[in-house]
């Protein structure tokens, strides 16, 4: 006679092993292994036992806390992504930005899933800096009763990719916290994946994200992605510098015509560029290749020639690439240079694949070439107009990217596209990448704005908008390039702004137009009183362009400013700013 009953789900004797096994875990072991086998019921078809096991799970897993890191939106958009799965499938879940969020409360959490993105150095976003501080300190408590995990953000052409959410994984670790599995590490092509990465973050803390229709997860990545990709005509292309320049900057208009798409001052276009045909048949031509051989790219079955033209990045050479390419490489210099970071960092700079081609000899087959290389992602510049003024069009400032390096031209792969080969009439996909961490404040606030060569792009933007508005507060613009005459960008909209009183003021600096180089924090410190009364009457700052120097030096300045006007100390005046930072009235979009 059999020992089941009719309800009964294991035999008498598989129950005693059962609560042997269950004895010894945790609350939150017990949830993550309720859901890891109710997501095997469901893959057996066991459907007959999922009511009970939604039931059980559902008391279990009270609460889900997803910390969010963001700068620029990216991470938004993933936690977003994970809410609303976690809702279709009756998991509670909430987000929370970690600039709201106080360190204390980490031990009165269960389960914690941090989204957090990467930039600079290595440094986290503003909003994370206090947690990411704190949380490698007593003030967090025992955090033992926490699991969690992990989602890293970032962008594998640098060197500390994804450094914050592994710095977070390692401090939470080393506060008792249970780690559920390894960080999540996401690159910028990161929405290729993202039905995948929200069904395995929910995964981890027991959701019965398996049991989910792919309709469900599809809608849900609709809802929260900023747009479509919009085939845009270009309208206009006008090259800004003069003759003799040094610099290569283009002015570019787009269509936006019945597309729907909306952006704001701040925000960004991602434009989709297409590989050089010569540089492609250069790589295939090295390996030995047939440009004709068929390979798989996303399930699609293309040539090799148009795989690398237009789904696979060429034009820069990540770690995770050089690492996946090592296997194809007969000598050990190259896992010798993957044992040094710094060595790596400074040998990959300014390199592309052809170049690796030639510095190390690599056989492989067309197939495992492509699935080596990252995927061709767009390119994201600051948008440089105002939808208030130009209505249905989008502009852009670029910069062609174009350098000498092991005796041939080098060229940037999005911004030689848009100089060289992509012609008014024609068209180029786009999306809007939506900035939170750039914007206008009210319009009775004074701005500082300082964006020194194509830095200067937002600005444009904040200016058409302020003037549109017919905002009452204050704006002070700070330019710096090369030569005053033929680097001045946009040099009559802003005299034309300056005589309606639109720009209250401008401040120049051309560093090769006298024998001392002179650059946009020389002007800040020359200014430096009029400077920190704009401060004390409430002075939103925005700083654009390169981070590795002009940034930083751009900060340092603000910092001298505020300990020789303001009588701070240096501690004092660091402090300061960081505050101006969390009150989002310093704000920073350096690349």
């Known amino acids: 006679m059999s020992n089941v009953s009719d309800n009964t789900v294991l035999p008498v004797e598989l129950l005693g092993k059962a609560d042997e096994l269950i004895k010894g875990l945790s609350k939150n072991q017990l949830v993550w292994l309720g859901g890891y086998l109710s997501g095997l019921g469901l893959q057996d078809g066991h459907s007959e036992t999922a009511p009970i096991e939604v039931e059980e799970q559902q008391s279990a ?22 809410v609303e799965q976690a809702a279709a499938n009756n998991v509670k879940a909430k987000v929370v930005d970690m600039a709201d969020y106080k360190v204390k409360q980490l031990k009165e959490e269960s389960n914690i899933l941090v989204i957090v993105s990467t930039h600079g150095e290595g440094e986290p976003p503003v909003a994370a800096e206090d947690l990411h501080r704190l949380i490698d300190t007593k003030r967090a408590g025992d955090l033992s009763g926490v699991s969690f995990a992990v989602i890293a953000m970032g962008d594998s052409s640098y060197k500390y990719f994804c450094q914050t959410g592994i710095d977070f994984h390692e401090r939470l670790q080393k506060r008792g916290a249970q780690s559920l599995a390894e960080p999540i590490l996401l690159d910028v092509d990161f929405q290729d994946h993202l039905d995948d990465v929200v069904s395995n973050s929910l995964s981890l803390f027991g959701s019965k994200v398996a049991s989910a229709s792919p309709a469900k997860s599809s809608d849900a990545k609709i809802k929260v992605h900023t747009n479509s990709i919009y085939q845009a005509e270009v309208l206009e292309k006008v090259k800004l510098n003069g ?153 852009l400032t670029v910069g062609a990217v174009r350098y000498e390096k092991n005796d041939r031209l080098h060229e940037g792969a999005c911004s030689v596209f848009l100089a060289d080969r992509i012609e008014v009439e024609e068209k180029v996909g786009v999306r809007v990448k939506q900035n939170d961490g750039f914007k206008l404040p009210a319009e009775d606030k004074p701005i500082i704005m300082i964006g020194p060569g194509t830095g200067i792009a937002p600005f444009r933007s904040f200016i058409q908008e302020r003037a549109e508005q017919d905002a009452s507060g204050k704006n002070w613009l700070f330019f710096g390039d090369q030569h005053f005459e033929t680097d001045f960008l946009y040099q009559a909209e802003w005299l034309k702004y300056r005589s309606s009183g639109v720009l209250n003021q401008i401040d120049v600096a051309f560093s090769r137009d006298q024998e001392e180089k002179v650059y946009v924090q020389h002007r800040l410190l020359q200014k430096a009183r009029e400077i920190y009364q704009w401060i004390q009457d409430g002075a939103y700052i925005y700083v654009c362009g390169d ?35 969390k009150e989002n009235r310093y704000q920073e979009d350096v690349y």
């Open 547 to 581: 981070q590795n120097s002009m940034a930083k030096d751009v900060r340092a300045a603000f910092i001298q400013i505020l300990q020789s006007e303001g009588g701070l100390t240096p501690e004092e005046a660091e402090e300061q700013l960081l505050a101006f930072r």
């Open 61 to 82: 897993q009270t609460n889900l806390t997803i910390l969010v890191g963001s700068h620029s939106g990216n991470s938004k958009i993933v936690a977003n992504s994970i």
């Open 243 to 395: 003759k003799g320049s040094n610099k290569e900057t283009y002015h570019v208009e787009l269509s936006l015509e019945d597309s729907g798409l909306e952006y704001q001052p701040g925000d960004s276009l991602e434009v989709y560029a297409v590989n050089d045909s010569k540089l492609v048949k250069e790589v295939i031509a090295k390996l030995g290749l047939d440009e004709n051989q068929l390979v798989q790219v996303n399930k699609e079955e293309l040539t090799l020639i148009e795989a690398l033209q237009y789904h696979r990045e060429i034009t820069v050479v990540t770690l995770p690439v050089v690492k996946k390419l090592s296997a194809y490489v007969g000598e050990s210099d190259l896992n010798t240079l993957l044992d040094n970071i710094d060595e790596l960092d400074a040998y990959l700079d300014g390199r592309d694949l052809l170049d690796l081609l030639y510095d190390f000899q690599l056989e492989l087959n067309a197939q495992q070439l492509v699935d080596a290389l990252r995927p061709l992602v767009p390119r994201a510049y600051s948008i440089s107009s105002s939808q208030a003024e130009v209505g249905e069009e989008v502009h």
